[in-house]
């Protein structure tokens, strides 16, 4: 008796850098996380001589950094463009990094500027990150970071 099997997405988490290292992109994005200005992180860098990542910020953490500085937003899309907010964000990137190899580091990071919903098929119904999907949808801000 044979049964097939189709692996429809995370057969192979691990990223190998154009220099040929190892590395497991959810330690990193669980770092990115544990950051109250950060809801979802996606680390990129499979054939790539650096690691970059998209960034979902944490809405209700950064929009009460945004009024407790007096930062001027009207939409989401406002919220992840302002220089403020970027350079907060900046500021976790880095504080991860320290703690972290040198190839391992994110050298650029770019925060999306729309929540991502499942109707979108960019998420799980638990609201898991669909890789593929967003790699797909956001191929031009990914191509912008190299």
């Known amino acids: 008796m044979r049964t097939d099997f189709k692996i429809t997405d995370r057969k ?12 497991t992109p959810q ?13 979802d992180a996606v680390v ?5 001589k650096y690691l970059t990542c998209l960034i979902m910020i944490d809405e209700d953490n950064v929009v009460k950094f945004a ?16 220089e403020q907010i970027i350079a907060l964000i900046g500021g976790e990137v880095q504080k991860v990094n320290e703690s972290l190899s040198r190839v391992e580091n994110i050298r650029k990071f770019t925060l999306i500027p729309k929540r ?18 967003v790699h797909e949808a956001y191929s031009d801000l990914i191509e912008a970071m190299y």
């Open 12 to 23: 192979k988490d691990i990223i190998v850098t154009a220099g040929g290292k190892n590395i």
């Open 44 to 48: 990129i860098g499979d054939r790539r």
């Open 116 to 133: 991502l919903y499942e109707e979108d098929g960019e998420v799980t119904p638990t609201m898991k990150i669909k890789r593929k999907k």
């Open 67 to 82: 009024q407790d500085h007096k930062i001027q937003f009207s939409t989401y899309k406002d919220l992840t463009g302002d």
């Open 27 to 39: 330690y990193i994005e669980n770092k990115l996380k544990a950051s109250i200005y950060i809801n």
